[in-house]
């Protein structure tokens, strides 16, 4: 006969330790804003380092004010370039809360693409869905993302959705793209295909959500760097194991942080900052920003060197 007492201790236990595991990913870590710095050897042999902050996926309600405090708190940084890879967006009256938050950081060179809940609100979902990725997709209603994209042009921030742009900031030549939310399928790669500037210092390249087709495209026309967010680094993860699911293309091993795409191409996923409201935690997946140091590559391994040697070579004396 089996213990019953014992098999009602360890079921209690159980319990116990899953309510803990709820209450600190409910309440504590998704609170828990961090910043994570990171340095990137992208820019060309020569050129000034510069400063990146990249924001993504606050995924704000109008009552967060512990995660709109620390949001306001990272003008502090002083970077040279704001880079907001969409998903800032989780309620109708959320705009000024996103204003608002940013506070300084709008009067700094800023660059945005829009993700999914920028133009529709969040909806209720089965969370083994997203271990589908051809799962059906449910919208919510749509979000005032026209007044949010208002309110950052007016204040200087660049749309890049299907734009190609040359921007100088902080003494570096920066060729910058974008692209609407490929999780969406709203991406149109052809409206900004083409070799990147081959002169500029740094060749970047936004989009919120990193579906490897767009990845590619970007990495064919030679951009030195792409930055996503979208997949909140997983989210719930597991010790030893990481994330469970990317809600993207990319494999578990890119669902945040820096990796290389292709044979030269840097990619960097943002965790984000928020949730969904029906999914309120984070679980050893903290809520973070990222300050990138974009540094000259080593000579020896930019691409663009390499390139222009081999074409001397091919030209004729």
Avoid at 208 to 221: C, G, I, K, T, Y
Avoid at 253 to 261: E, L, Q, T
Avoid at 275 to 290: I, L
Wanted: charged share 20%.
């Amino acid at each position: 006969m089996p213990d019953v007492s014992a098999l009602r201790r360890v079921a209690v236990g159980a319990a116990g330790a899953s309510a803990l595991g709820l209450g600190y990913a409910t309440l504590i870590e998704r609170n828990a804003f961090t910043l994570r710095e990171v340095t990137v050897p992208v820019l060309a042999p020569g050129a000034s380092t510069l400063r990146v902050l990249q924001i993504s996926d606050f995924h704000m309600m109008p009552n967060q004010r512990l995660k709109q405090n620390w949001l306001r708190e990272l003008d502090s940084l002083d970077p040279d370039l704001v880079v907001d890879t969409g998903d800032n967006l989780s309620h109708p009256r959320s705009v000024p809360a996103v204003v608002q938050a940013l506070g300084g950081l709008l009067a700094r060179p800023g660059l945005f693409v829009f993700g999914s809940n920028d133009y529709f609100g969040p909806v209720p979902k089965n969370p083994f869905a997203y271990f589908d990725k051809d799962h059906d997709r449910v919208y919510g209603p749509p979000l005032p993302w026209g007044d949010l994209r208002a309110a950052f042009t007016e204040r200087g921030w660049h749309d890049m959705t299907h734009v190609r742009r040359d921007i100088e900031v902080g003494g570096v030549r920066i060729a910058v793209a974008g692209v609407d939310d490929p999780h969406l399928e709203r991406d149109r790669y052809e409206t900004i295909a083409g070799p990147a500037d081959p002169t500029a210092d740094l060749r970047l390249g936004l989009t919120h959500s990193p579906e490897p087709r767009v990845l590619d495209r970007f990495a064919a026309d030679n951009y030195d760097l792409v930055l996503a967010g979208h997949t909140h680094g997983g989210q719930l993860c597991l010790p030893f194991v990481g994330a469970l699911v990317t809600n993207c293309g990319i494999d578990r091993s890119r669902v945040k942080g820096p990796s290389r795409w292709g044979s030269h191409m840097q990619l960097h996923v943002s965790a984000g900052l928020g949730t969904s409201p029906f999914v309120p935690a984070r679980f050893f997946c903290r809520p973070e920003a990222t300050l990138l140091t974009l540094v000259p590559a080593p000579r020896e391994t930019n691409h663009r060197t390499l390139d222009a040697a081999a074409e001397s070579a091919r030209s004729p004396r």
